[in-house]
């Protein structure tokens, strides 16, 4: 597996309206994208930080995985994400070393990555996140 660079650190936040003002107001950061990822159920927002994006993450629905994260463990980190050359080499490499796969293979994430989850479980409780800029 070849990561190339930290692509985003995700938070889970209650409101991406109320964080941002944080965010801008007080780390001077500017909000450069916002959108919404239907079939994760989550609106992103975010921010550059010299090479590496801070992704703010709301939850669009109760039943959706940052719904869930918020209420079992509150606001916080919910993720760390690595730019990757070749997604699915590398999540069968990583499977090959017996770390458990939330995403078995690729699926479209936010700003167009192609994204894949690594279960906590298996990466010492931090959820990892394999992107890959499509074609």
Known sequence: MKITHIEHIGIAVKSIDE?????ENVLGLKCYA???VEDQKV??????????????LESTSLNGPIGKFIEKRGEGIHHIAFAVEELQKSLEEVKSKNVMLVDEKGRKGAEGLNIAFLHPKSTFGV???????PE
Do not use: S
């Open 19 to 23: 964080a941002k003002k944080y965010y």
């Open 34 to 36: 916002v959108e919404e």
């Open 43 to 56: 609106k992103t927002a975010f921010f550059m930080v010299g090479q590496t994006k801070i992704e703010l």
């Open 127 to 133: 959820l990892t996140e394999l992107c890959e800029k």
